[in-house]
Every structure is written in structure tokens, then in C-alpha cells.
């Protein structure tokens, strides 16, 4: 074979390559676990996702949606307040999420959620976030962990007046064995395929995290419940 020739190969190869990459990524882009099995579906808003068109979200087939209040660094969400009325315009189920932080005091915390979240007896069950931050770097003892996450559920619930769901991801949770030592409902992670790193069973599962939708920016945190 002339050099030539095998460089020609090289290309074509590398271009089927490219060609198979390129439907993967756009299958990955607009997939949703089916409805037939996961009839209850929706999303994970924030102020990272833009201005957000919820009309043509709830078209597109989110029942509900999750909204940021405030993320691990203490920051209440700006767009919390349009997404919330966004939300109810719509038609759709709403809760509000906060992202935990190992390096800030549960009770700061909990203060950003209760001075961004209205009281709403109409409101879904109130979600906080577990996972690992770059710009946190503590890791404390999984008792310590244990108290100050008791801690921040309870004033969380107290202003909600509903039990907290613990989002909690993979690497948080083999860390610290969340759900043997909080009872309380999990949602876990896992694009594409159900999670199983949990002991106990979920509630609520992230199916992908990269799904493109109409009616908001760049990709979203697509969720499902456990029918």
C-alpha cells in the first residue's frame, strides 16, 4: 500500500469516527428515559440556565421543576424569583433546591434558603443538595457531617413544613454513606442508567445531565421520579 493510500484510510477512519461521536452526542443531547416507565419527568432550574421560556418548557414535557434558592457558596439565586412565577404560570409542580457546603455553617445556610424561599403549603417537598464543590476543600468527620447536615434539614423543614429530599451524588455519598445515617428520601445521579450506589432505594433520579430542551439555554439536569 502507497503512503498515500494509507494515509487515505487513516482519514476515512477518523472521519466514521467523528460521524459516530457526532449522532452520540445529539442522541445523548435530546435523550429522556420513557415516559411508558418514568411517567413523571422535569427539571433542575437555575440562574445558570438563563431566561427561561416556561411555557415552552412544560410543552416540551417537564411536569415539574426543581429551582435553585441558594448554591454551596452561600449566593441566593437571583433568578429564584422570576423562576418561581415562571413555574406557577405555567401549570407545573415546583420546589426549591439549596446546595450544601462542607465549608460553611449549616445555620448561614439555612438562612439563604429561608430568606429566598416563600412559605408555600402548594410547594414540593424542599431539596438539598449534596455533592462535592471546587472551591470547598474541607471534609470533616462523618459525624460531624452527620450533625450539621441535621442540622441544616431541620431549619429547612421547619420553614417549609414538609420532610427534605437529600440530592445526594456518587462521590458524596461514598464518602459519607448518606443514606444509612439521615432518614430521609434520596435522589441520586447517573446519566442514562439508573443509580445504584445508594442503601437505600431512590425516590427522584437525574437521568441526564447534558439534555438540551426547548425554552432554556444549554443543557439541563433532567429528573425522574420513581413510578
Not at 405555567?90 to 450544601?100: H, N, S
Request: include cysteine; aromatic fraction near 10%; charge should be neutral.
Amino acid at each position: 500500500m502507497t503512503l498515500g493510500g494509507l494515509l487515505f484510510r487513516i482519514g476515512a477512519g477518523l472521519a466514521v469516527v467523528a460521524a459516530l461521536a457526532l449522532a452520540l452526542w445529539l442522541y445523548a443531547r435530546g435523550w429522556a428515559p420513557s415516559r411508558d416507565q418514568y411517567p413523571v419527568q422535569g427539571v433542575t432550574i437555575s440562574s445558570d440556565n438563563g431566561s427561561v421560556e416556561w411555557g415552552t418548557l412544560a410543552a416540551q414535557g417537564a411536569d415539574l421543576a426543581y429551582l435553585r434558592a441558594a448554591d454551596a457558596s452561600g449566593r441566593r439565586d437571583p433568578a429564584f424569583a422570576a423562576n418561581l412565577r415562571g413555574a406557577r404560570a405555567a401549570g407545573m409542580r415546583y420546589g426549591a433546591l439549596i446546595e450544601f457546603s462542607l465549608c460553611r455553617q449549616p445555620s448561614d445556610q439555612a438562612t439563604s434558603f429561608m430568606t429566598t424561599v416563600p412559605r408555600d403549603n402548594a410547594a414540593l417537598p424542599p431539596v438539598i443538595r449534596l455533592s462535592f464543590t471546587p472551591g470547598c476543600k474541607a471534609r470533616p468527620g462523618r459525624d460531624q457531617l452527620l450533625s450539621d447536615l441535621n442540622t441544616l434539614i431541620n431549619l429547612v423543614e421547619s420553614h417549609a413544613g414538609k420532610p427534605a429530599l437529600l440530592n445526594v451524588s456518587e462521590d458524596f455519598d461514598k464518602a459519607y454513606d448518606i443514606g444509612s445515617g439521615i432518614n430521609r428520601t434520596l435522589w441520586l445521579d447517573g446519566n442514562f442508567f439508573p443509580p445504584d450506589y445508594a442503601t437505600k432505594p431512590w425516590v427522584m433520579w437525574t437521568a441526564s445531565d447534558m439534555r438540551h430542551i426547548d425554552g432554556v439555554d444549554g443543557p439541563v439536569r433532567w429528573n425522574v421520579v420513581a413510578p
